[in-house]
């Protein structure tokens, strides 16, 4: 027999947070392959700074920045199933997006390193996303003892 919604255990918040930006990485993840949301579509490179592509005409990206962010998206809904892992992939995801924007400041735009590749527009998104992330973890991580509680 199913327990009925209602008697489930709720998901803590940070789980749903952690659950939402999984499903946003995917969503994004997916429009990067679709031709008129990605503009440039046929300069799509799989992994250069010469990838034309732009999503929303705004974000450089490439095959590469496209399964980067499906992957970031599955890695987030599966984290999401525990109150730990959810809190783990916000902190760590966001360090990792703070890291993305300190790389991206550093080299230039038209450099062999920019492989990914990032734009201005790239780079700070990242800064938001990654103090976001982070403050969600911080924020949402402290309700109910998630941090230390691993179920």
Known sequence: MTTPASHRAARAPVQQ????LGLVFLVIGVLGFIPGITTDYGSLEFASHESGAELF???QVSILHN????AY?????ILAGTAAGAYSYLLVGGAVYLVLWVY???????????FVPLNTADDW???VLG????????????????RTDAR
């Open 17 to 20: 947070a952690a659950q939402l």
């Open 57 to 59: 005409g705004l974000f």
């Open 67 to 70: 399964l980067v962010h499906l």
């Open 73 to 77: 998206g599955l890695t987030g809904l």
């Open 104 to 114: 991206g400041l550093s080299v230039g735009h038209d450099s062999d390193a920019n």
């Open 125 to 127: 998104l990242h800064f």
């Open 131 to 146: 103090i976001a992330m982070i403050g969600l973890a911080l924020a949402l991580g402290r309700r109910r003892g998630t």
